[in-house]
Each structure stands twice: as structure tokens, then as C-alpha cells.
């Protein structure tokens, strides 16, 4: 393969080459690559126009990884000449890549002494970026924003004003372009905790304006974007000032700008206090939710949101029923993940006596088809049962667990998860039966990552046992895991027996099962299960190494002979990490691991030993 970045031809090639069905690919992946040994200048001189779009991103990426390694004057004569070429690039991913790597470069010469470095932010940087902010492509155009953003928080506030504030002003008076008129509003929103009083009073009086656009599209953008200056004004001057602007593009005649309005319901809400103003904020919202659909829908996006910050004693049923009715109308069914995701803030909000008015939406939200609504659900139960006492959380929240158990696995392995956290509300009686309920899910799978999260979750539940369950159903799971097809099961059983005979060592419970069966994995014919054998005890002799010297001193040393060199791997390297006292043990067969005829036996059977002994 030729990586020097020149062109192969067919005629340059011998028959072997040609003979070589994997040459063609080759030649053609060779086109694509840069030569690495050349410096970076050297790459950008050549490739900063091959006709690979790729080349092209990948310069661009490079410039931002060695731009602090590169001294301010070659960057000032050999590469922004070559750099702000890439400005005007045919293919938006390269003029994305562009104005994304414009943060660290304005950040690179605004920390340089020299002045015209200074100078070049100001009379470059800056402009090519607005430049790009109208750009045809919607991710340069949102990209350039954030460019401009970013360069601003680098600038001293006068700075900003001269450079960056003053191109905004011109952009939001330019009646040609809406786009212009546009990009201005979103930099006002997102720079309005940069801004001094006197900027802020134009800000607010440009908003004003614009707010007034003949074009529905700057509307839009206003009842989007405001929410941010009216929290830098302040509750009592965002609600004088700023909420009857807003106020009137809720009732627009246009059903795109009332639905950018009801999308930035919450965040205007915020900045003006609901509980004081709820009366005007209640005949808002009521306006959008009769309004158009695709109002409505924009609403109801944020309906949870919007219950959650409302005092509960202006939350009225009506309005709960709409929120509760997400799922149930099929012209909505497809907020029922958001409706989900705001289910638990709904309910704290409403508190527990009223969860009645969302009984139907919870039940309809945890059978619904698609597994995303599920997990959230899954997700959220344990908070949800919190607002409840033990006896009513376990007879409203039971069942759903259970069923969780038994649908998609996706969903089983997030109930999972969540299960000590749910359970801890329930009564101290029904405990173990619910974790009986996830130690027979292992039984019924043939998923390798729900049988893993069975054995995680059960050890997170073992301090809410007693000593007969975790000997009787929590080890029996544990020991079958550690004979499991899947490796990664099979440490996750490890784990699981070692947590197991720690904690019934605490409870003075009796072990000698589990290290009868311990036993017969260290004598299997099969090479995994000795494996995982020494691996049990790695975890074991953590917390209690005694049952190391007591029951396993002559197995360690058998399978220190092993005639499978991964296995001897493993011992060496759990040998040589034993403390001094318990090393004495095992001394002569960990010097005959490091003569072992392995190379890697060897280097394993030298690895540092502490000093110190296991307490």
C-alpha cells in the first residue's frame, strides 16, 4: 500500500499485485490517506485542496490538535491564508469542521502578544464567522452561532460591544435577509448575561421590534428566543417589559409562531415568577392547548413541565386531564415518552391523594408498545412509589414490577437495576419475595445481559436478606452463573458467591455448600470453570482470606501445575499479589511459575507483592 498520498495507476503495478484480490481496495483506501510523516504545514500546503472532502475535514481537525504547538507567526503567514480558503468549501461538512475549529483559533491568538494577531480575531474571525451564520446548511449556520457565542466568553465585555454587539445591531435592522434578522435573536438570547444595562434596554426594544416582523419565521424566532433576556431583566421587568410581547405572538395569526411560543412556555414562565402572575400565565396556556394541532402538540411537549411549576393549589383537574391524556389520543400517542419522562414531576406536583386523575395514564404508559416508554417508566417507578406508604406503594406498584420481569429484556434489565431501590419501599415482609421474583428471570432467559444483571442486581440485594434466602436461592443462582456459557456472566457469578460468603460469614451462616461446589469448579475437566475458580477466590480472599488456607491451599497449588497456560497465567498473577504472610504459603510453587516455560507465566509470576498482611 503507498501511504505518500500520490495517485497509484494500474501501469505502475506487477502482475502480483494485480493477482491480488485485496489490492484493489487497498489502492483505493491508499487515496484517502494523508501522510503522516509529513509536518503539518507540509500536510496543509498539500492537501488543503485535494478533491477528497475528507482530506479536506481531517486538515481541519489536525489544525485544532497542533495549533498550540505551532509558533503565532507561521500561523499568521503559512496557515490562515490557506485556512480561510476553507470558508467557501463546496461541502457543508467541510465548512461545518471549519467554523468549529474557530473557538481554539480565535482562543490561540487572542492569548498571543502580538497585536495583530489580536487584530486578525476582530477583522477575520469574527466576520467569517457571521458569515457563515446564514450559511445554506442549517448545521453550519447553528454551528457558526455557537462559534460566535463561544469567541464572546474569551472577550472583554467592551470587546464584545465593539466587535461582536455591533454586527448583531446591523444584522437584526437587515430587511433583506430574514435569516440575518434571525441569527440575530438567537446570539441576543444566548449572550443576554453578557450584556450592561444600556445594552440590554436596546436589546430589549430590538426584540420589541422584531416581535412586530412582517415575516412569521423572525416571529418565531422571538417567541423561541426571549427567555433568556427576560431573565437577565430580572421577574418584575421581564413581566412588564418582555411577557406582553410574548404574550401577543402566543395569539399570532400564524399557527408556526404560537407553537415556537408554546415550545418556550416553561423557560418564559420561569423568568417571571408563575405563582404571583398565575391567573394571565393559566389563560396563556389554556389558548395554546385549544389552539391548532401542531400547537397543541408543542404544548403538550412541555405540559409536563409546565404542571411541575405551578403552586398545587392552581393545578386543576382539567389540567391534569390533559397531561393524563397524552397516551390515550392517538393524534398524541407519540409524546407518550415524554409524557413518561414527566410523569414523576406530574405526580410530586399533584401529590400522592390525587394520583387517581393519572392512575389511567400510568397504566396505559406502562403497556405501551414501545420499549423506550417502558424503561422510563422502569426508571422512574422507585420515585414514584416513594409519595406512597409501604402497604399502598406495594399493592399500586407490585404488579407493574412484576410485569416488568416478564416483558422485553430491555426493559427487564432496567426494572433490574431499579429493584432494591423500589423494594426498600415496600414492606420488610414482601421483600425477598421480590427478589425471588429476580433470581427466577435468570432461570427463564437465554440473554446474556439480563442474566448479568440479574447477578449485579441481587448483589446490590443482599444486605436486604436473611441468611437462609441468601444461602438457599441467592448462592444457588450465583454458583449456576459461574458455569454459565458467557464469560462475562461468569465474573459477574464470581463476584456474586464472594459477596455471598462474606456476607453469611458476618451472619456466623454456615458456607460449607458453597465451598463444596467451589471445590468442584477447581477440578473441572474444563479449563474455564478452573479459570473462573481462581477468580472467585481473587474476590474472596478480598474480605475472607481464611477461606483460602482452609479449604483451597492444595487446589491453588494443583492448579499452579495446570496444563493450560491461561489458567497458570491466572494464578501467577493472583500469587504474587498475596501479602507477605500469605505468600509464605505458596512460595515454592510460585517460584516454579516463574521458570514456567510460558513467557507470560513468568512475567506475571514476578509481579509485586505488599508487604503488608490482609487484615
Known sequence: ?????????????????????????????????????????????????????????????????????????????????????????????????????????????????????????????????????VDDNAEVSSCAVDSIVAIASFLEDIEMEESICQVVNLFSHDDRDEECRVVAIRIYNRLANRFNPYRLDLVVSELTNLADDMSCYVRSAVGRNIHSVMSTLGSSDAYSRLYPVFQTLCRDEMPEVRAACAGNFTDVIRAIDPGIHWKEISEDANFLFESHSSVQQAILRIAGNYISLIPSEYISPELVLRFADIPRNEETSDLSEICAVNLLDVSKAIGADRWEELSLCFTMLVHSN??????????????????????????????????????????????????????????????????????????????????????????????????????????????????????????????????????????NSDTGHIIEQLGYLASSDHYAFRLIFVAVIEKVNVNSPNVLHEHFTEKMMHLATDNVANVRIRVAKFLSSLATCEYSLFSLSLDNLKRDSDAEVRWCALGTRTEKCSA
Open 370 to 507: 414501545e420499549n423506550c416508554v417502558k424503561r422510563v417508566i422502569a426508571e422512574q417507578l422507585p420515585n414514584i412509589a416513594m409519595q406512597f406508604d409501604p402497604v399502598t406503594a406495594y399493592s399500586y406498584f407490585f404488579p407493574v414490577f412484576q410485569y416488568f420481569l416478564e416483558t422485553e429484556d430491555t426493559v427487564k434489565i432496567e426494572m433490574i437495576k431499579r429493584t432494591r431501590s423500589l423494594i426498600e419501599v415496600f414492606p420488610k415482609s414482601d421483600q425477598e419475595s421480590c427478589i425471588a421474583l429476580v433470581a427466577d428471570t435468570l432461570k427463564e432467559t437465554q440473554n446474556w445481559r439480563v442474566r448479568q444483571a440479574v447477578g449485579e442486581g441481587l448483589r446490590d440485594l443482599l444486605r436486604l436478606c436473611s441468611a437462609s434466602f441468601v444461602l438457599n436461592v441467592i448462592s444457588e443462582i450465583a454458583l449456576r452463573m459461574l458455569r454459565d456459557s458467557v464469560s462475562v456472566v461468569r465474573q459477574t457469578g464470581a463476584s456474586l458467591i464472594a459477596a455471598c460468603v462474606e456476607f453469611l460469614k458476618q451472619q
Open 1 to 133: 500500500m503507498n501511504f505518500s498520498g500520490e495517485p497509484l495507476l494500474l501501469e505502475d503495478l506487477d502482475d502480483d499485485q494485480l493477482a491480488d484480490e485485496d489490492f484493489e481496495e487497498d489502492m483505493v483506501w491508499s487515496q484517502h490517506v494523508i501522510d503522516d510523516s509529513l509536518d503539518f504545514i507540509s500536510k496543509l500546503e498539500r492537501y488543503h485542496s485535494s478533491d477528497m472532502p475528507s482530506q479536506r475535514i481531517v486538515l481541519l481537525q489536525e489544525l485544532g490538535e497542533n495549533l498550540q504547538d505551532l509558533d503565532v507567526r507561521v500561523v499568521m503567514e503559512k496557515v490562515l491564508p490557506i485556512f480561510w480558503k476553507f470558508s467557501t468549501d463546496v461541502v457543508p461538512a467541510v465548512r461545518k469542521e471549519y467554523v468549529l475549529q474557530m473557538k481554539s483559533l480565535a482562543s490561540y491568538l487572542l492569548r498571543s502578544t502580538r497585536e495583530d494577531s489580536r487584530l486578525e480575531v476582530y477583522q477575520t474571525v469574527i466576520p467569517s464567522c457571521f458569515d457563515l451564520t
